[in-house]
């Protein structure tokens, strides 16, 4: 997959893009991603990218013509792909939106800075507008980071074969298990005895019983959506009336 970033601010995201996760699969050709810096698109003299906000108010608001110019210097003429605006106002990211998006040939991201977008190049200029929740950051590069890390993880062949994402927290709906690794015993603090025996089905018997408790405790808005059996259903409701029962092991 390529995904095209248009910011102002390129020099955000090299980390990000190098390091970890998203570097390997860049380096194996799965995923391009080509920063593309808006400045040098504008047509004024000084390069500016912004101007005071018709009718007054606070803050900048970002120049249609550069993001336009910028927009299609990367989409060209024959553009398959999802042109999406990184703002508060948009169509919330999710896990879904995220499985959806990495089935797309190309992705090319607006970041907005300051204030916000001259509207006219958002109609003119892209498909839909996306934001990653709700609070306010100081611009769209963050998001922008956020959702290629997000949408890459679906990428196939860019997460190994042990961590495959299907398995992770929200994919059916609940919470993940604790986890634990050496050593066996860290400044008095044991492992659950379960997990050091060996017996694969009681291992997982015990993580899916974890998994429910901590979705109860910390999401419970999760559990109205999520894939349980009806003898889950039954045993979580009794161990929420009985909370101090040793579930353990
Ligand atoms: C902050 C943009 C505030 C616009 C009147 C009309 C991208 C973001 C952003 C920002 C405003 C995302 C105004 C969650 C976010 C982002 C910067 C409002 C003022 N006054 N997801 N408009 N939260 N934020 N503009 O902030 O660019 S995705």
Same mark, same amino acid.
Request: net charge negative; glycine share 8%.
């Given at each position: 997959?390529?995904?095209?970033?248009?910011?102002?601010?390129?020099?955000?995201?090299?980390?990000?893009?190098?390091?970890?996760?998203? @570097?390997?699969?860049?380096?194996? @050709?799965? =995923?391009?991603v080509r920063l593309t810096d808006i400045r040098p698109f504008s047509a004024l003299k000084?390069?500016?990218?912004?101007?005071?906000?018709?009718?007054?108010g606070a803050g900048m608001v970002m120049l249609a013509q550069p993001i336009a110019d910028a927009m299609a210097s990367v989409c060209?003429?024959?553009?398959?792909?999802?042109?999406?605006?990184?703002?508060p106002r948009g169509r919330k990211l999710t896990t879904a939106l995220?499985?959806?998006?990495?089935?797309?040939?190309?992705?090319? =991201?607006?970041c907005g800075?300051?204030?916000?977008?001259?509207?006219? +190049?958002?109609?003119?200029?892209?498909?839909e507008e996306i934001s990653i929740g709700d609070y306010i950051?100081? @611009?769209?590069?963050?998001?922008?980071?956020?959702?290629?890390?997000?949408? +890459?993880?679906?990428i196939p062949g860019v997460l190994g074969s042990a961590e495959s994402p299907e398995e992770e927290s929200f994919s059916e709906g609940l919470l993940e298990y604790p986890q634990y690794t050496r050593p066996r015993e860290w400044n008095g603090l044991t492992?659950?005895?379960?997990?050091?025996?060996g017996d694969h089905a009681k291992i997982a018997a015990w993580r899916r019983q974890q998994s429910l408790l901590a979705t109860a405790r910390f999401r419970p808005d999760l559990l109205a959506?999520? +894939? =349980?059996?009806?003898?889950?259903?039954?045993?979580?409701?009794e161990q929420l009336e009985t909370p101090d029962e040793e579930t353990e092991g």
């Amino acid at each position: 997959m390529r995904i095209d970033i248009l910011t102002i601010f390129p020099e955000m995201f090299r980390s990000v893009l190098d390091a970890s996760i998203l @570097g390997r699969a860049r380096e194996q @050709g799965l =995923l391009d991603v080509r920063l593309t810096d808006i400045r040098p698109f504008s047509a004024l003299k000084h390069k500016n990218t912004d101007d005071y906000p018709f009718g007054g108010g606070a803050g900048m608001v970002m120049l249609a013509q550069p993001i336009a110019d910028a927009m299609a210097s990367v989409c060209g003429e024959n553009f398959r792909g999802r042109r999406i605006y990184l703002g508060p106002r948009g169509r919330k990211l999710t896990t879904a939106l995220a499985r959806e998006l990495a089935r797309e040939e190309r992705l090319v =991201l607006l970041c907005g800075h300051y204030e916000g977008v001259d509207q006219r +190049a958002l109609d003119t200029c892209v498909d839909e507008e996306i934001s990653i929740g709700d609070y306010i950051l100081t @611009g769209g590069e963050l998001a922008a980071m956020v959702l290629t890390d997000c949408v +890459a993880r679906f990428i196939p062949g860019v997460l190994g074969s042990a961590e495959s994402p299907e398995e992770e927290s929200f994919s059916e709906g609940l919470l993940e298990y604790p986890q634990y690794t050496r050593p066996r015993e860290w400044n008095g603090l044991t492992v659950p005895e379960v997990l050091l025996n060996g017996d694969h089905a009681k291992i997982a018997a015990w993580r899916r019983q974890q998994s429910l408790l901590a979705t109860a405790r910390f999401r419970p808005d999760l559990l109205a959506e999520a +894939a =349980l059996t009806p003898k889950e259903r039954r045993w979580l409701a009794e161990q929420l009336e009985t909370p101090d029962e040793e579930t353990e092991g």
